[in-house]
């Protein structure tokens, strides 16, 4: 399993908020080409790239992001805000591995078969927990869906896999809940990409144990709580 360095961009600048709450910044980093590259030069082989202007309605990042993609020297996926075809499309072309969908996704599952069948094994379904539900619309509600219907609707789509970010556990550095993660697992019909609350390599390794192919990690990382650049394996679980 790997380990993924998330880059979120809020106000065109990096920041880790708790629990998605605006205004929780733990971290605030001017430059978000400088921080990708950071995270490069410390061996990460896979970058998070995520739009949090573009999932609260603000000014989009995909210029900054489109720069990083092409510079980076590494694969890198990029999620947040994404609701239309034509970012999609222009996000691929740019070289972007994949492209994780969210709110648009949960709420118009046609529309998500229609562009995981557009860029097969290209598209992220962004499935989000929060309190055993699915957190959509940046983690402020609850969508109608519940996720053993979401699993079902996808689980014959093309998809490149599932991210599921814990909200419960989200930024506040203690921790996975290894139930809730194994479960999430065991029971999604795509590849788990895990994010929330990753802190210690006994965290990676659970998840790796459980099948999930990548944990994204953020606040953990910028407080270097978790060093994985460190590790016999580097970013490896």
């Given at each position: ?203 990676a390794d ?17 407080t270097e ?13």
């Amino acid at each position: 399993m790997i380990v993924i360095p998330a880059v979120d961009v809020l106000d065109h600048q990096v920041v880790q908020l708790v629990g998605g709450v605006p205004g929780s910044q733990q971290i605030v980093m001017p430059n978000p080409a400088e921080v990708a590259e950071m995270w490069v030069e410390r061996g990460a082989r896979y970058l998070h790239l995520v739009d949090l202007d573009g999932a609260f309605g603000k000014e989009s990042n995909i210029p900054v992001f489109k720069r990083i993609i092409r510079d980076a020297g590494v694969p890198a996926q990029v999620g947040g805000g994404i609701r239309s075809a034509d970012t999609i499309d222009d996000l691929i072309a740019a070289g972007a591995d994949r492209v994780v969908v969210g709110t648009k996704a949960v709420k118009e599952p046609d529309w998500l078969a229609e562009m995981a069948d557009r860029h097969p094994g290209r598209i992220v379904l962004g499935m989000d927990t929060k309190g055993g539900r699915i957190a959509i619309k940046g983690w402020q509600e609850s969508a109608q869906m519940t996720v053993e219907e979401m699993f079902d609707i996808i689980r014959d789509l093309p998809l490149a896999g599932v991210l599921n970010t814990n909200v419960d556990v989200e930024g506040q550095k203690k921790g996975i809940d290894s139930d809730q993660a194994r479960d999430f697992i065991s029971r999604c019909p795509c590849k788990v990409i895990a994010s929330g609350g990753v802190t210690s390599k006994m965290d990676a390794d659970i998840l790796s144990e459980a099948g999930a192919e990548g944990a994204v990690v953020g606040l953990a990382l910028y407080t270097e709580v978790i060093r994985p650049w460190e590790w016999d394996t580097p970013w490896m679980a």
